[in-house]
């Protein structure tokens, strides 16, 4: 395998132009390249290529606003293809979960309600629990599943540009860990603010800070490894495509949300609350059950050492990781607060017109 150095931003244009979703600028760097090993599914890096003939996954940033994102995008099947074999993502964070609806309370006090990615209902319940009108919008099956289950039938299955829901019809949308991973930011802020009545609130939470202490400390320590980064600390936080498409910081996001018809009334990325669920995920006991689990399954298994060495290798690693770097992160999250930079971003925003 081979490895790459880390590099700071390059000066290699990249090979094809596009326009900037933030800013519309036109001139772009190559940012970063990860390599398909290095995500930990070389599967997501095999289909890449057929459909877009790259070696690797290739990030560039604008050279105006500094948004980065992946180039190219592919369509949308191909993300249906690649989070249905990687499963659900948990939302987690119930801490910053309450904290959002308590913010977005505070502006409007009841009504009507859309969550935008469901996770395991976290959110959907305090929300229910506090009185309001709830409906979501979820692109995986077994979530709607779930949340159906627990009695939430305003659930829909698919995108939000597609969500059949009435536009100007809520008071609220909240939107938490997910606009990394849209293959449209502006379209997808576009619409939530369409579904916000006059003088709605829209909460984005939990989006990846690029230039904050943490994903420069990772970065730096760990090298352009990402399948390290990805499974070992926190890993909404770092370089992980085909998941994450785009990579923001303060100023690009609040402009694109600021381009959207919309106004930001509240700023939270200071709020730093980002680790508080990575924690408990860290613990040992949880880390030598699992492992157990997973030797067990290998001892079964009689294919040759080599194959077997191919086969678990990155269950093995997903599993040790944790253990062994989750002790530093409330350190970094100590130095970030020190230093006052902010790992992941929050913005409350109040619809214009
Ligand atoms: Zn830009």
Aim: with cysteine; hydrophobic share 40%.
């Amino acid at each position: 395998m081979e490895s790459l150095k880390v590099s700071s931003l390059g000066t290699q244009t990249a090979p094809k132009k596009t326009h900037c979703v933030v800013c519309g600028g036109e001139e772009f760097l190559l940012r970063k390249t990860v390599p398909f090993w290095a995500t930990g599914l070389p599967s997501t890096g095999q289909l890449y290529t057929s459909i877009t003939g790259k070696d690797a996954f290739y990030l560039i940033q604008c050279v105006k606003c500094r948004l980065i994102f992946l180039d190219p995008i592919p369509e949308k099947s191909y993300f249906d293809t690649i989070y249905e074999a990687s499963g659900c993502y948990p939302e987690g964070g119930d801490q910053r979960l309450k904290r959002d609806l308590e913010i977005l309370g505070s502006h409007r006090g009841e009504g009507k309600i859309l969550e935008v990615g469901i996770g395991n209902c976290l959110f959907l319940n305090l929300a229910r629990e506090q009185g309001w009108d709830v409906y979501a919008v979820e692109l995986n099956p077994n979530n709607v599943n779930t949340a159906q289950k627990l009695g939430f039938n305003n659930v829909y299955l698919g995108t939000v540009e597609s969500a059949p829901f009435k536009e100007g019809s809520f008071d609220c949308v909240h939107m938490s860990s997910v606009l990394e991973h849209v293959l449209d930011p502006k379209a997808t802020i576009m619409k939530l603010q369409a579904f916000l009545k006059p003088g709605g609130v829209l909460m984005l939470s939990a989006i990846p800070n690029i230039d904050s202490f943490y994903h420069r400390f990772i970065e730096t320590v760990l090298g352009n490894n990402s399948f390290i980064v990805g499974f070992g600390c926190a890993p909404h936080l770092t370089w992980i495509p085909p998941f994450h498409l785009f990579y923001f910081n303060r100023h690009n996001l609040k402009m694109l949300i600021e381009s959207c018809n919309l106004k930001v009334l509240e700023d939270h990325c200071r709020d730093h609350i980002y680790w508080e669920p990575h924690e408990e995920t860290t613990s040992q006991a949880l880390t030598s059950t699992r492992l157990g689990e997973l030797c067990r399954e290998i001892w079964s298994d009689k294919s040759a050492p080599e194959e077997k060495l191919e086969k678990y290798f990155g269950r093995i690693v997903q599993i040790l990781l944790p253990a062994m770097t989750g002790a530093v992160l409330p350190h970094l999250n100590e130095i970030e607060m020190a230093l006052d930079t902010v790992s992941d971003l929050a913005y409350l925003a109040k619809k214009v017109a």
